[in-house]
């Protein structure tokens, strides 16, 4: 076994997102999701942020396989751009359910006949030097699967996401069995979720959930809004069970969630009671007491149905005193803001809110740090490379692997780039690859030198300054005084700033008229850089400078 594997992140370490990870063994290449992120406030009109995938692009012809742990978009959001830039999809690999969101995501994509194949536990899948067998494990979503993959140097363990649940909504536990017998044959490399390494003890078990929300519901008199993730299929069940038990009606609100429950209604994953359901357009046709709203909008997202709700503009629902509306989620971390933003709203409108800080009525989808233990213990893996975690958690991972007795030199704090290195000496970093960020704005995607992000910054913390200099055909001299218009400047003080960037605008065109640069876009960027530096010795600032040329 002179072969040497590589296990290279290319998203979802040093951060809670993007997930993508590349196995390589004998040049050939296994992806583990594709996974994007949503973007940080201050990444202005950015919509999306995914993991720079060139080395992918580069290596595509070696690609054997994709395999999907589930269906988040944090592990699937990036695969239409991933397809998108290489030529000969591999197949890609997932629960039944993650196929069949990833197939609906793709149709809206316009890819077409993409090689997409729903894989069960216990099956196995060939993939070039690899094979891969997906296992169960419990999450926010149902068909969440860890990956074991293996080459001849022996068995890497991808968990994706996930918690022991012990008794989850669908009565399908994780498969600590199988887990076990990976660990008796021995588990060259843990790549595990890292999420709530923070947190001590045992996450909570989804099917506690249910209860509360029933006598949450059952102390509230008028409407009914809960607001969850709409891929917890789980969660929107329970939802729907706490509201037959009291005789109300349910109403699914926002595309996603009708979407997802459709999805998960035909795959079995959600059972609905006859004639509970109520179309939207006929809240207004029930009387308050009766109905329970399920909407998107839990993270404050902008264009969600419980935003339109708390702005008052949504076609259907129109809030008011008496309703109540549950969030059965926690804000992911970035989106506390928005999803203040939106309960204050609500309470503006009259609304009771609840969040998940007055009553238990949410479970985390990620194992705490004695599941992370239990992990570590029932796979005996002879290396850790904690994923799914800021640095921090990452850290606390590894402090967790060394309390259940995995040796310090068997634990690797990677990062995104870094590839992990692995044959029959030892284990250790190699060079670094190419990994950072794209953004994706709109339907463009562009890398982080993206124009129109940088352009926004600016504009928004500096503000611009447009000058229109009008200079002589012949010469090049100015023939008028230049026009100086700002707009967003912080403090650009009194008039003597404009007239003093009047005076550098005549003087830059003096020297330029001296060098002889006459051809315009010569000008502009001479004009350019001239103000530029002089409005930052002015204001210390560095405003947009937008120099206009014009010749008479
Ligand atoms: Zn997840
Ligand atoms: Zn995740």
Do not use: Q, W
């Given at each position: 076994m002179s072969g040497k594997l590589r296990v290279l992140p290319l998203g979802g370490l040093g951060e809670i997102?993007?997930?993508?990870?590349?196995?390589?063994?004998?040049?050939?290449?296994?992806?583990?999701?594709?996974?994007?992120?949503?973007?940080?406030?201050?990444q202005l009109g950015i919509d999306l942020v995914l993991p720079d995938f060139a080395y992918l692009r580069e290596r595509a012809a070696d690609i054997e396989a994709i395999v999907l742990t589930h269906g988040h978009e944090d592990h699937v959001g990036a695969l239409p751009y991933v397809l998108r830039e290489i030529e000969d999809w591999p197949p890609i690999?997932?629960?039944?359910?993650?196929?069949?969101?990833?197939r609906s995501k793709l149709d809206e994509h316009k890819l077409k006949d993409v090689p997409l194949e729903a894989v069960h536990p216990g099956e196995e899948i060939d993939a070039g030097p690899f094979t891969i067998e997906p296992i169960k494990l419990a999450h926010s979503i149902p068909d969440m699967f860890a990956y074991a993959i293996t080459c001849e140097l022996g068995t890497t363990l991808v968990t994706g996401d996930y918690k022991f649940d012990q008794t989850p909504v669908d009565r399908i536990p994780a498969d600590v069995a199988r887990l076990a017998e990976l660990g008796r044959d021995g588990v060259l490399l843990l790549f595990g979720d890292s999420t709530n390494a923070d947190r001590p003890g045992w996450s909570i078990s989804e099917s506690a959930v249910g209860p509360q929300l029933e006598q949450t519901f059952a102390r509230c008199r008028g409407r009914i809004v809960v607001t969850c993730f709409a891929s917890n299929i789980h969660r929107v069940q329970q939802v729907v069970d706490a509201a037959a038990t009291l005789g109300r009606k349910v109403v699914l609100v926002g595309r996603s969630m009708r979407k997802n429950a459709n999805i998960g209604r035909q795959l079995g994953h959600i059972a609905v009671p006859d004639g509970i359901l109520v179309e939207p357009k006929r809240i207004e046709d029930f009387p308050d007491e009766k109905l329970v709203i399920v909407s998107t909008g839990s993270q404050g997202e902008p264009l969600s149905a419980l935003r339109r709700m708390a702005g008052s503009e949504h076609p259907h629902v129109d809030l008011?005193?008496?309703?109540?509306?549950?969030?059965?989620?926690?804000?992911?971390?970035?989106?506390?803001?928005?999803?203040?933003?939106?309960?204050?709203r609500l309470f503006r409108l009259g609304a009771e809110v609840i969040t998940a800080k007055d009553a238990p009525i949410h479970a985390s989808g990620h194992g705490y740090a004695e599941e992370l233990k239990l992990m570590l213990n029932l796979v005996k893996p002879r290396y850790v490379m904690p994923a799914h975690g800021d640095h921090r958690r990452i850290r606390l991972h590894m402090a967790l692997a060394e309390a259940v007795g995995i040796a310090p030199e068997a634990l690797f704090a990677g990062e995104n780039g870094l590839p992990l290195e692995i044959d029959a000496k030892g284990a250790r970093f190699g060079k670094p690859e190419r990994a950072g960020l794209i953004f994706v704005d709109g339907v463009n995607v562009g890398d982080i030198e993206n124009v129109a992000l940088r352009d926004r910054r600016m504009l928004s913390a500096d503000g611009i300054f447009i000058v229109v200099a009008t200079v002589s055909e012949q010469d090049g001299s100015?023939?008028?005084?230049?026009?100086?218009?700002?707009r967003g400047v912080p403090a650009p003080g009194d008039d003597s700033v404009v007239r003093d960037l009047r005076d550098e605008v005549e003087a830059s065109l003096d020297r330029a008229a001296k060098d002889d640069v006459r051809e315009i876009d010569a000008l502009q960027s001479r004009l350019h850089d001239d103000l530029a530096a002089f409005v930052y010795r002015r204001l210390k600032r560095r405003p947009m400078v937008l120099p206009v040329v014009v010749e008479v």
């Open positions: 997102g993007k997930n993508m990870t590349v196995i390589e063994y004998a040049g050939k290449i296994v992806v583990v999701d594709t996974g994007l992120r949503f973007p940080a406030p201050d690999y997932g629960g039944p359910l993650t196929i069949a969101m990833v008011r005193k008496g309703d109540t509306v549950i969030f059965s989620a926690t804000p992911i971390p970035g989106n506390e803001r928005a999803v203040n933003e939106t309960v204050d100015s023939v008028s005084e230049p026009e100086i218009i700002f």
